[in-house]
């Protein structure tokens, strides 16, 4: 299990870098704060996840 927060700090990370920003708060499950966020994750974060495992 902490390998695999290690690897989503290690996306997120990749993620901010590139001028994405992932708001992944546990404490907003209501989604009422998530009205600006896009619904989905931009294509941009599967490519560099795609990327990276080269």
Known sequence: MARLQME???L???LEVEGI???FSE???DGSS???APPSPPPQA???S???RR
């Open 27 to 29: 404490e907003d499950d």
């Open 50 to 52: 795609s990327q990276r």
């Open 12 to 14: 997120r990370t990749r």
């Open 21 to 23: 920003l992932l708001d």
């Open 34 to 36: 998530s009205d600006d």
């Open 8 to 10: 989503v700090d290690r």
């Open 46 to 48: 599967a490519a560099g």
